[in-house]
T-cell receptor, first 111, second 114 residues
Framework: NAGVMQNPRHLVRRRGQEARLRCSPM?????VYWYRQLPEEGLKFMVY????????ESGMPKERFSAEFPKEGPSILRIQQVVRGDSAAYFC?????????FGPGTRLTVL | KQEVTQIPAALSVPEGENLVLNCSFT??????LQWFRQDPGKGLTSLLL?????REQTSGRLNASLDKSSGRSTLYIAASQPGDSATYLC?????????????FGKGTKLSVIP
């Protein structure tokens, strides 16, 4: 059973571009969570999704950020019009119910 | 607001030493507490999960304790090995938030010198 997969592992964008981060949960897991780790900071919860539903997006910035977990395919975290402050590691986790299993993360660099 | 502090921020020890990592939190009303290890480029691996009703958990050379009344958890690593070198994070879902909403400390970066 493959672990949580995230791609790309590294992503470079220029200011104003869009970033799309993908997360494929472990087989059989229907819950997905996104966290952000800014430089020198701890991981911060962003959003919790189940298939086709956003359960809790209380940690997501109100503008430019969106997330989805469609019926088919990976979960997507989308950042529009990126700014330098978006540079961070973005981690996805999945769970069958409560224990979260983390992916390797996507390192986003905004030039 | 829940504050989480991990001390020390970095630690370097010779191989074979026993060591203790600390995690402090301000609000004692937590559901459970987990210790993770973070390896560069490899994400997070869960090491131990302590439920709020438990005092400690053990796995191999690792032992984690939880004292909610004092707002502290410790991770004890016995007979450290170079392969233990990583960043160790404590995390828990704060009371009042969803049990899935983990709050993380900034971590302790451990280096075990051969």
């Amino acid at each position: 059973n493959a672990g949580v997969m995230q791609n790309p592992r590294h992503l470079v964008r220029r200011r104003g571009q869009e970033a799309r981060l993908r997360c494929s949960p472990m087989k059989g897991h229907s819950h997905v969570y996104w966290y952000r780790q800014l430089p020198e900071e701890g991981l911060k919860f962003m959003v919790y999704l189940q298939k086709e539903n956003i359960i809790d997006e209380s940690g997501m910035p109100k503008e430019r950020f969106s997330a989805e977990f469609p019926k088919e395919g990976p979960s997507i975290l989308r950042i529009q019009q990126v700014v330098r402050g978006d540079s961070a590691a973005y981690f996805c986790a999945s769970s069958p119910w409560d224990t979260q299993y983390f992916g390797p993360g996507t390192r986003l660099t905004v030039l | 607001k829940q504050e989480v502090t991990q001390i020390p921020a970095a630690l370097s020890v010779p191989e074979g030493e026993n060591l203790v990592l600390n995690c402090s939190f301000t609000d004692s009303a937590i559901y459970n507490l987990q210790w993770f290890r973070q390896d560069p480029g490899k994400g997070l691996t869960s090491l131990l999960l302590i439920q709020s009703s438990q005092r400690e958990q053990t796995s191999g050379r690792l032992n984690a304790s939880l004292d909610k009344s004092s707002g502290r958890s410790t991770l004890y690593i016995a007979a450290s090995q170079p392969g233990d070198s990583a960043t160790y994070l404590c995390a828990f879902p704060p009371a009042g938030a969803g049990s899935y909403q983990l709050t993380f400390g900034k971590g302790t970066k451990l280096s075990v010198i051969p």
